[in-house]
Nanobody
Framework: QVQLVESGGGLVQAGGSLRLSCAVS????????MGWYRQAPGKQREWVAAIPSDGSTKYADSVKGRFTISRDNAKNTLYLQMNSLKPEDTAVYYC?????????WGQGTQVTVSS
């Protein structure tokens, strides 16, 4: 059974930093692409960043240059380092994997950025 568990969210002032983690179990982590998404109140869930199994990275324009996605295959953990946070980054952040033709999501972690 695939499980994704996010942690690391919280309340931070604008300009601050947070590091999100996503612990993954029940699948071969190292060979699967992973991603981060977020959903702000009243808005649709949006893609934030992705990291394929080869370690290359892609980012939404809104976070490029401020967020860094990474993975530790030895720990089966996905990370999202978020710097220079803005109030518009406030959302619930979810990690995601498409595994064996099925989408898996974590429970989400709340990030709130105050101005």
């Amino acid at each position: 059974q695939v499980q994704l568990v996010e942690s690391g969210g919280g309340l931070v002032q604008a300009g601050g930093s947070l590091r999100l983690s996503c612990a993954v179990s029940g699948m071969i982590f190292s060979s699967n692409p992973m991603g981060w998404y977020r959903q702000a109140p009243g808005k649709q869930r949006e893609w934030v960043a992705a990291i394929p199994s080869d370690g290359s990275t892609k980012y939404a324009d809104s976070v490029k240059g401020r967020f860094t996605i990474s993975r530790d295959n030895a720990k089966n953990t996905l990370y999202l380092q978020m710097n220079s946070l803005k109030p518009e980054d406030t959302a619930v952040y979810y990690c995601n994997v498409l595994y064996l033709f099925r989408n898996y999501w974590g429970q989400g972690t709340q990030v709130t950025v105050s101005s």
